[in-house]
């Protein structure tokens, strides 16, 4: 348990303010110029998260050190999103399209960030222009697709790279499979997602919780 809850924690200082790791040899990065097609792949990347309603999908969370928790994770665009964690973890993180709100209900406390401040801004965030902050990374695999995501004019929003795989039953055709963030110390963490279900039914009350405070908090 309590390995359990350090490796949350360590997740959770990049989930809450980014929320995502993968060893980056996944996703190279290579100095070459852009491919003829690289516009055409950042459109079909920013299509497919624009035709996802609703999705819910089972997840792993990953730290640089190796360490995972799990859980699900349901989606409603615009802007809103919950982790729900294993059970043991005893915490969650759920956005409101305005910001993620961080429970962690062993410790009784709640915590909260801006969205537009997090890497899950290119999710969430409908003021961020994913076709304009994002760039095609070169997989060498052409069923895969990388886009990274950074606003260069604001370097402390930390950057995420989301990696889509191609499946014609998906949203847009493409199926966001995992993403990388890094946020502004430099802490990496992943989201894979698994068992992906678009538009299942999906309404504001799944983005409610429980304050864990006391009642007579000053």
């Known amino acids: 348990m309590n390995h359990v809850k350090k490796t949350f924690r360590s997740c959770v200082s990049a989930a809450a303010l980014a929320a995502l790791s993968v060893p980056a040899t996944l996703i190279p990065v290579q100095a070459i110029a852009a491919a003829p097609d690289d516009a055409k792949q950042l459109d079909q990347a920013v299509a497919a998260l624009r035709a996802i309603d609703s999705m819910k999908a089972d997840f792993v969370q990953t730290d640089r050190s190796g360490g995972s928790v799990s859980g ?41 960030w801006p969205i537009k401040n997090s890497p899950l801004g290119a999710l969430l965030d409908p003021s961020r222009d994913v076709a304009k ?50 946020d502004s110390q430099n802490k990496r963490t992943t989201i894979s997602l698994s068992n992906q279900r678009y538009g299942v039914p999906v309404t504001d009350n799944d983005f409610r919780w429980t304050d864990p405070r006391p009642r007579n908090r000053h």
């Open 133 to 182: 902050y994002g760039k095609v990374l070169q997989t060498g695999n052409p069923n895969v697709t990388s886009i990274e995501v950074r606003d260069r004019s604001h370097p402390e929003y930390g950057v995420i790279t989301l990696i889509f795989t191609r499946k014609p039953s998906a949203p847009g055709g493409l199926e966001l499979t995992y993403w990388v963030a890094l």
């Open 72 to 112: 699900v994770l349901t989606l409603k665009r615009p802007g809103k999103i919950r982790f729900q964690y294993q059970k043991s973890a005893e915490m969650l993180i759920v956005g409101d399209g305005k910001a993620l709100t961080f429970i962690d209900y062993s410790v009784r406390q709640v915590q909260r």
